[in-house]
């Protein structure tokens, strides 16, 4: 079953590879793009580029952030509808059916073959170029942080609003959690959330277990508010806002010093 064709975008984008940073950006949701394949999803075209189908604002967040920070930065290229790139591909999340009570047609009854041309086509190599920045990382004996940028739709399933405009997910290994969130807190005006309205659990995220806390590294993953940053030059802002919190915690080899690795389970329930 072929999933990309001539004419669709690559399966992730790399930004500045020559980065000079012991730092690794990671935008798991950078992108609504579908393959021409796939069409719509089955989707109306009102949906297509609503927070189900991506995290708005986070690839201009992550682009800015690597190039403030002078550091590499890898970006999935296609909608968490066609394959969630921050999901096991063995989680039946990682190709959602429903998405915040919205359904998601050409996602409906899918084979294992459907599954698996998608995870090769779209989730394993975006996967496989995080696996191999770190490992050239490790072989010349640098110890970087993995930076996971996502955002946050502002209301989920009929809720209130939440009232987060930035938020800290994390689990194991939070060394640089904790200094963010004093730093973030302190700048006055900015309402933060530690792990609210979503935390990082190591049985349902898949990137930051995989390949952060797997190794042992320091990991920073946080969100934005989408309302704050559904224009370029606010996110951009908010890029600026989070380097200026985070460029000595990076530089900091101390802080960046591996810790043991585990290898952890993940389980199968959907966010």
Do not use: K
């Amino acid at each position: 079953m072929t999933v990309l064709a001539p004419g669709d975008p690559p399966p992730f984008e790399r930004c500045n590879p020559w980065g000079s940073a012991p730092c690794l950006v990671v935008c798991d949701h950078a992108s609504a793009a579908m393959p021409l394949a796939l069409g719509a999803l089955g989707l109306a075209d009102a949906h297509r580029l609503e927070h189900i189908a991506w995290d708005i604002g986070a690839a201009w967040i992550a682009r800015r952030l690597a190039q403030r920070l002078d550091a590499p930065a890898l970006l999935a290229g296609y909608s968490r509808l066609v394959a969630d790139c921050n999901r096991s591909p063995e989680d039946p999340a990682a190709f959602a059916e429903t998405s915040d009570t919205i359904a998601i047609p050409g996602n409906r009854g899918l084979t294992g073959e459907a599954r698996r041309a998608r995870t090769l086509a779209v989730h394993r190599p975006y996967h496989d170029a995080i696996r191999e920045v770190l490992d050239g990382f490790a072989d010349n004996g640098v110890a970087p942080v993995l930076i996971a940028v996502h955002t946050m739709t502002p209301r989920m399933r009929g809720e209130d609003r939440r009232p987060e405009m930035f938020t800290v997910c994390r689990e194991r290994g939070d060394r640089m959690a904790a200094p963010v969130l004093e730093r973030m807190s302190a700048t006055g005006g900015i309402i933060t959330g530690d792990n609210s309205p979503y935390g990082l659990d190591v049985d349902e995220d898949f990137t930051v277990p995989e390949h952060a806390i797997s190794r042992g590294l320091a990991y920073l993953q946080f969100e934005v508010r989408q309302d704050l940053v559904s224009r370029e030059e606010d996110a951009r802002r908010w890029a600026d806002l989070v380097f200026d919190v985070v460029a000595d915690l990076v530089a900091d080899a101390g802080l960046r010093t591996p810790h043991r690795g585990v290898l952890l389970p993940r389980g199968r329930r959907a966010r």
